[in-house]
């Protein structure tokens, strides 16, 4: 209620109720909406109808650092909101996909590794070398513990993808979300603050009668590209297919072995209560079979949330309790070894398929089990289908959270509120290989549990106070705490073949395809922890001016546990920022809503690592104990990212056309490196703060939306976003850079004057005129050193573009993303070369050999040289690499409301909805948006990693 | 206003607090020797002579000098990045420099002295012992290494000359040798005599037993000298031998693997083959240790066409030096392997060996208690007894060895000569047999000739002490080893010389890069593997 301090929020069918007297003035906003002022009269049942105005926010809330709300027009930094909707309509198993091309700046790279895997989420580069590059994940207000037990960070094969906390939220339960995108936003987190924040708001309570929601989501998948395969020569060797031209065509394996997946996704909710206590229940259901054979994605999802007003809402006090379980069975991943996609793609052509399809197995009597019945025995690739049965890879993950908070409505002007969330996650994973398995012919056990907690907590001290109109003071002191330990167990037993000598088990196995510790001679059991505590103390204080003009000063200290023995735990992180909404100063014309300029700066610090400061000896076999191998940090400092912003935030010609442009240059310095000694000296390495990343670009947002009539409407909304990075300095100690990652022939290192994510190759040499070099075997000479940089891994410019058009209760909604610039690096492409399956191979023995200088080469020997056989082939890895430019139809929606079906506001929507539907423009052979994991280095980089799918089907909303 | 400050008060108390944040960023799971017997920090160094690990394992030596032992051989190249063509890899070359500094010699160095400071005389000896023999690996493999300014802990790492090592390694074995006897003299309590075994690897606390050793690897020093100076050689010997070295009485020194004998995980890996020269030698002489020492090939052998050739375990294949194989999956995978277990104990050092160089001794004219004739046919006689002591329980059906065979060995009744070596997948890489002397020991042979069945016999007896089988062979050119096919090593390498040297790890290039250039100018001669280290002097002219 205007000039009062009533008001109410409505449900999620926009009902609500508020105790009024006539002439009182009704003020209704929303999210996205234009707000409206409504005067009562003595008609007790208002309907009114807000225009949309997708992208205006001048006077809206904000969720800001630690969840303190602010004005949209005060904020001094780029922030950007988008709706629960953008989330929960074209729903995918992990919600930060959702967000793919819908803010500007925001890369989200979904590992390769399916429904259950982690997203690599990027906001203004990378900035961090060998630390953390991902953004703080926050729901409501409190930091998400978002730890990752396990990611790719080897070509060799065998590994897993851990999965995200994001994945772990129901995209039913959101309101909202807001991206922090840089330090200034996130300054309030200091120490963890310099990637920027990612700010989930979850729907609140609402009092009222029950409201029930429910939503399904049943979409099917297929894969959107796969490699070209060759289907005319067979194999001499059951192994390689550089043999003669087959009797009659091969099938395309890769396309027999991928089934078409499906997702199933439901939730429901219930929302109701009284003025004084109202609750909130949702449930939420995921059953994944992804487009592997076998693989298997299930998830529950159980949230709870309670608010009790007391004492006339002087005191509130929330809880809220969620539960998440996900089994995850199959899960891809990328690799040349335990990755049953290299069978499917290098089998022999014209062997027979079918047979290893159907009988993976067969018995041995005089072993008395099931072997795996396979083509050959070579360590590259095993039965396909003998891995999706017999060497399973299951994990289990759990997640608990409770949370709670009180808000003391002191006066007015002064609050103070405390939160508690103590979160607990547990994962299992077990990864038992059965007797036969390459390399294991007694089998493999390997069983891990993981256990993390995190328990957070803060007091906030807010005042808030305008000073006769002229002046407004937005203050907040605080302080917060995070305890995070992590444990694991892990049990690890190998089998060789197994006799009895002398009554001692021979090959370290009693019994074969039995996975308990007992049954191995020694069982490799090993343990981890980490424990780290955040103490921080912090203030903000935003000062207005006439609404005219705004100065934001934020403060925090924080204590780190990590820092422990280096003398100094504590450091400052400051920021500053400032805004002027100039359209209130000068009279810019009717047309001008709101122009308003702003700039900040702020220096913030990065997580760092335990127990470098304090290594100790290490217990290893037969009792010996191990020295440290790294001479311990005593004087490690936090990464420390200083960030200047500057900014515009306008909106046009009654709010219908936003403009939104920021431009940044942040310097990350203080990095963490590894700097090798002298082994002589006593340690393999010591550590150093040094070096200075610099990311510079430009966020640009502008939308525009339109009533043709009043029954048909559009909107659209073109993001974009440049970055560029450079690498001002590193340290006179890393004279050849930094190697973050290796391919096999290719890696991604780091030189002063250079970028982040430069890969350097191996190639064909050339001589002075330009033609290739040829060894004494006529084959192309290829250079012995990654010598050659081919480009960059990351795209300077990214983009998105909305577009939504409603026409009475049709809706359609259509997003386009891409990326322009940019390499991807494909190690699958050259495997199959150099297995001679690709369809590469098969054209070039068409046409009689390669041609290489004019002359024609034999393909089997120029791919021999050129392309790998094997996880550590050092091949020319420059000719597998690709322009990354592409553009894609992210998302398509179509719809209809059928409105008051079940009675008044009880509405049921239904669309047909695509995800990934097809590439507008692409030049490499496979998604260039490809992922092996979230470690740095790995993304853009294709190791036989699941083809990306694209996914459609139909989306069932119903509110009653 | 007065509660605001209060509160803020409050806050500053309750989270400034940083009392508990060391023992916070302390791993529960590390340990810290100060809270440990002294014991602890003496296993890994005795353990890394043979590094429990199997990267390390494949890295410390497999990779390097297992190549040029002639014992094994890559069966593909690690896509050309591998040291077999002798196109040299800085990173595989620095195996066993790591492995000796990070896992041995940092921690001996440093726990010497703690152990002398703390009396305890016999750890400070036998680590010191343990500190030599790993040394001599290290020194042989490169030339000039860093020791003196390890040893004082300089903070300035300088390189010494080999020949100044082996003055100190002298040294070194002969106080650890007096150390021993005097310990044992001064009629410890039961309780000190049993703290030895510990930690004890190699001789389950047997004082005596390290005494023997000392005097042992002092008596393969001083023939690892013979030629580069003979008469400290000859005083080093005499006094070895004199003070006593091991006899067939003492047992082999084998570190138990305890399930975990790395050399099979380098098979496992296809990572490493038998080489063409120890398998066409055992095969060729009918070597009653050949299935104890090697298999026959572990799969079918196929041509290009795809066809078998060689059907699985019907014949033994050595993989020959330098072909430039291709990328693994290939034929030559599947050739025999070592016969090893998991359960397999590795040797660190065998008896057979000594009875080898009190043989050499003796034809150099030493005083070594006998004649070179019995020491030769007594070390063939202990090696293939003891080798079918303790390989034998590895075959599938477990023989034993008659003396008979053993005598129709020595009188060379077997086979009378080395085998052509012929390579089933690719005829390219045949070559002809270089070791036609039969074993029978001939008195009336050139000395040249009967050292050659001396280092021969002691390289069979070695088997797989890839460093002694190197470094005898660079000394005395015994027994002849197939040279490489493909010479990659831009002409800094002999082909028919072989490889003389490892080269330095890119570490020490990365991080000690002017005391390095100090170190090759002591080595006399560019860091490459064509130059020859101190003691290998006339290689390949003459040995007397």
């Known amino acids: 209620m205007k000039d009062k301090t009533t008001g109410t929020i409505t449900n999620e069918s926009g009902h609500f109720s508020v105790d009024a007297n006539a002439g009182d003035i009704l003020v209704i906003s929303s999210i996205g909406y234009k707000t409206r002022e409504i005067v009562i009269t003595e008609q007790n049942i208002i309907e009114a109808t807000l225009i949309s105005e997708e992208t205006v926010m001048a006077d809206v809330m904000v969720t800001t650092a630690l969840g303190i709300k602010r004005q949209s027009k005060s904020l001094t930094y780029a922030s950007q909101t988008l709706s629960g909707n953008s989330v929960s309509e074209a729903k995918d198993v992990n919600l930060i996909n959702s967000l793919q091309g819908k803010s500007a700046g925001l890369v989200i790279t979904p590992n390769s590794t399916g429904a259950g895997g ?35 960070n080897s070509n060799y094969g065998g590994q897993r993808d851990g999965g995200d906390a994001m994945s772990t939220i129901n995209p039913d339960d959101i309101a909202s979300i807001t991206i922090l995108k840089g330090a200034s936003a996130a300054a309030l987190y200091g120490a963890v603050a310099a990637n920027g924040a990612i700010m989930i708001t979850t729907k609140s309570t609402l009092s009222g009668l029950p409201k029930v929601q429910f939503s399904s989501n049943t979409v099917v998948e297929t894969p959107m590209t796969l ?76 949230n709870s949330k309670l608010n009790f007003n007391l004492f006339d ?13 996900q089994n995850v069975k199959n899960q891809a991943a990328s690799g040349f070894l335990f990755n049953p996609l290299t069978g499917a793609y290098l089998f022999p052509r014209g062997a027979d398929w079918d047979k290893y399809k159907n009988e993976y197995e067969v018995y041995d009597p005089t072993r008395n089990i099931n072997v795996q019945n396979w083509i050959n025995v070579q360590e590259q690739f095993q039965n396909p289908y003998w ?93 917060s705490f995070t305890k995070t330990t992590g444990k694991s167990v892990s049990l690890w037993g190998e089998g060789e073949q197994a006799h009895i000598v002398n009554g001692k088990v021979e090959g370290n196995i009693w019994y074969p395809n039995v996975f308990i510790p007992a049954n191995f001679y020694t069982n490799m059991a090993s343990q981890g922890y980490s424990e780290k505590r955040l103490n921080s103390l912090f203030a903000t204080a935003q000062l207005g001016f006439k609404q005219k003009a705004y100065i934001d000063v934020t403060a925090r200290n924080d204590w780190s546990s990590a820092l422990a023995y280096t003398g100094n735990m504590s450091f400052f992180y400051p920021s500053i920022g400032g805004n002027l909404i100039l359209n209130e100063f000068m009279n810019m014309g009717e047309n001008v809503n709101l122009f308003k300029l702003r700039a900040s700066y702020s220096v913030v610090g990065n997580d760092i690592p335990v127990y470098l400061t304090n290594l100790q ?50 310097n990350t310095i203080n990095q963490f490196f590894t700097i090798q000694s002298p082994y002589s000296a006593g340690f393999r390495n010591r550590y150093i703060n040094a070096g200075d990343v610099q990311n510079k670009g430009l966020e640009a947002t502008i939308s525009y939306n339109k009533d043709f009539t009043p029954d048909f409407e559009w909107t659209t909304g073109l993001n974009f976003a440049y970055n560029d990075n450079k690498i001002i300095k590193l340290t006179d100690e890393l004279k050849d850079g930094v190697s973050l990652a290796g391919y096999g ?43 050659l940089k081919i480009g960059n891994l990351n795209s300077k410019i990214t983009m998105g573009w909305t577009n939504s058009f409603k026409y009475k209760e049709y809706f359609l909604s259509l997003l386009i993303d891409g990326r322009i610039g940019g390499k991807s690096l494909s190690m699958t492409e050259a495997a199959l070369d150099a297995w001679g399956v690709s369809k590469r191979s098969g054209d070039a023995r068409d046409n009689g050999g390669v041609v290489v200088n004019g002359q024609k080469i034999d393909t089997k020997a120029y791919y021999g040289v050129v392309a790998p056989t094997n996880f550590n082939s050092q091949y020319a890895a420059a000719e597998y690499v690709y322009d990354a430019t592409n553009f894609r139809m992210r998302e398509m929606g179509l719809g209809y409301t059928f409105r008051n079906l079940f009675g008044t506001a009880k509405n049921l929507s239904v669309s047909f909805i695509g995800r990934n539907l097809f590439f507008l423009y692409k030049k490499a052979p496979m998604d260039p948006d490809v992922s092996a994991s979230l470690t740095n280095g790995w993304q853009g980089v294709d190791i036989f990693a699941l083809p990306t799918t694209r996914s459609f089907g139909l989306n069932l909303k119903l509110n009653f | 206003m007065r509660q605001l400050t209060a509160f803020i008060l409050a806050l500053l108390v309750l989270n400034s607090c940083t009392k508990k944040f060391g023992e916070i960023n302390t791993n529960p799971y590390e340990v810290n020797p100060a809270n440990l017997t002294i014991e602890a920090q003496l296993v890994k160094p005795m353990a890394y002579v043979y590094a429990p690990h199997q990267n390390m394992f494949q890295f410390y030596t497999n990779l390097s000098v297992d190549l040029f032992s002639g014992y094994f051989m890559t069966p593909h190249n690690f896509g050309g990045n591998g040291n077999a063509d002798y196109r040299l890899n800085r990173g595989f070359c620095g195996g066993v420099y790591e492995n000796y500094y990070l896992n041995i010699f940092n921690i001996t160095s440093k726990m010497i002295p703690i152990c002398e400071d703390k009396k305890l005389t016999d750890y400070a000896a036998v680590t010191r012992i343990v500190q030599t023999y790993a040394t001599i690996v290290a020194t042989d493999s490169y030339g000039p290494i860093s020791f003196k300014s ?189 016969t090893v277990k998991y359960t397999t104990p590795l040797p660190v050092m065998k008896v057979a060996e000594i009875y080898f160089l009190r043989a050499e001794g003796a034809l150099r ?28 329980s590895s075959l599938s059906n477990p023989q034993a060895i008659a003396d008979a065979t053993i005598a129709q060995y020595i009188n060379g009744e077997l086979g009378r000569s080395q085998n052509n070596y012929v390579d089933p997948a690719d005829a390219s890489n045949n070559y002809a047999a270089m070791n036609t002397l039969s074993v029978k020991w001939d008195d009336a042979a050139s000395n040249e000739q009967k050292l050659q069945r001396i280092i021969t016999q002691k390289w069979l007896a070695n088997f797989p002490i890839s460093n002694e089988a190197w470094a005898e062979f660079r000394r005395t050119g015994y027994p002849k080893l197939y040279p490489v096919k493909n010479n990659l090593s831009d002409g800094t390498i002999d082909t028919n010389k072989q490889i003389r040297r490892l080269i330095y790890s890119n570490v020490e290039y990365n991080t000690n890069k002017t005391e390095l250039d100090k170190g090759i100018g002591i080595l006399g001669g560019p860091d490459n593997g064509g130059t020859q280290v101190w003691w290998d002097t006339n290689a390949g002219v003459s040995n007397f």
Not at chain 1, 260 to 288: A, R
Not at chain 1, 315 to 322: K, T, W
Not at chain 2, 302 to 316: L, P
Request: glycine share 8%; charged share 20%; net charge neutral.
């Open chain 1, 118 to 152: 982690a997203s690599k989420i990027l906001l203004r580069g990378n900035k961090s070398i060998n630390g953390n590059n991902q953004p703080l994940i926050v729901v409501d207000g409190v930091p998400l513990m978002n730890n990752t037990n396990a990611q790719v």
């Open chain 1, 227 to 302: 490699p070209k395969f060759q289907t005319k020569y067979g194999s001499n060797d059951n192994l390689f297919s550089w043999g003669n031209k087959l009797p009659s065509e091969a099938k395309n394996y890769a396309k027999d072995y991928l089934r078409t997946g499906s997702t199933f996704n439901n939730s429901v909710s219930i929302n109701g209560g009284n003025e004084n206590m109202q609750g909130y229940l949702s449930y939420g259901n995921i059953l994944s079979n992804g487009i592997t054979p076998n693989n298997e994605f299930k998830s529950n999802n159980f």
């Open chain 1, 313 to 325: 809402k002087a005191l509130q006090i929330d809880f809220s309790a969620r539960y998440i379980d």
């Open chain 1, 387 to 479: 891995m999706l049965n017999r060497m399973v890879p299951v994990s289990n993950r759990t997640r608990f959270e409770f949370g709670g908070g009180i808000r003391w409505n002191i006066s007015n002007e002064l609050h103070i509120t405390g939160r508690l969330r103590q979160e607990k996650g547990e994962e299992h994973f077990v990864h038992n290989l059965y007797a036969t398995s390459f390399r294991y012919p007694m089998g493999r056990m390997k069983d891990e549990q993981f256990f993390s907690q995190q328990l957070y907590g803060d007091v906030l001290l807010g005042y808030n106070k305008t000073f006769e109109g002229d002046f407004s003071l937005n203050a907040t002191v605080g302080s």
């Open chain 1, 617 to 666: 000896y290490t217990l290893g076999a037969n009792g010996a104990i191990q020295p440290p191998e790294n001479a311990p940090f005593k004087d490690l400092k936090p990464e420390k990212t200083h960030s200047r912003e500057l900014g515009l935030d306008a909106a046009f010609f009654d709010n219908r056309l936003n403009v939104n442009i920021t431009a940044y240059k942040t």
């Open chain 1, 745 to 787: 022939g290719a890696q991604m290192k780091l030189l002063e004057g250079g970028s982040y994510g430069d890969i350097y190759v191996r190639h064909i040499l050339r001589d002075n005129q330009g033609n290739i070099k040829l060894t004494t075997n006529g084959v192309p000479m290829i250079s012995d050193q990654e010598d």
């Open chain 2, 150 to 338: 390890v040893v004082e802990r300089s903070p300035n790492i300088y390189y010494d000359s080999q020949k100044d090592i082996y003055t100190q390694l002298f040294k070194d074995v002969e106080q650890s040798a007096s150390e021993l006897k005097d310990f044992l003299a001064s009629n410890p309590s039961a309780d000190r005599i049993a703290g030895l075994a510990k930690f004890d690897q190699w001789c389950n606390g047997d004082h005596s037993l390290w005494i023997k050793i000392a005097n042992t690897l002092k008596l393969r020093m001083a023939i690892r000298l013979s030629k580069v100076d003979a008469a400290l050689a000859k005083t080093k010997a005499e006094e070895a031998v004199a003070a006593g070295v091991l006899t067939d009485a003492d047992p082999d020194v084998v570190i138990d693997k305890n399930q975990s004998n790395e050399l099979t995980r380098m098979f496992d890996w296809g990572d490493c083959g038998v080489n063409a020269s120890l398998v066409t030698i055992l095969t060729g002489y009918g070597d009653p240790r050949l299935p104890l020492y090697i298999t026959q090939n572990t799969g079918d052998v196929k041509n290009a066409q795809g066809n078998v050739i060689v059907a699985k375990g019907t014949q033994y294949l050595g993989v020959r030096a330098g072909c430039t194989l291709p990328n693994k999956p290939n034929a030559w995978e599947n050739y025999s392997r070592a």
């Open chain 2, 365 to 392: 004219g030493w005083n070594m208690g006998g004649t070179a004739k019995n020491f030769y046919e007594q070390g063939i006689r202990t090696s293939i007894k003891n080798e079918y002591k303790y390989l034998s």
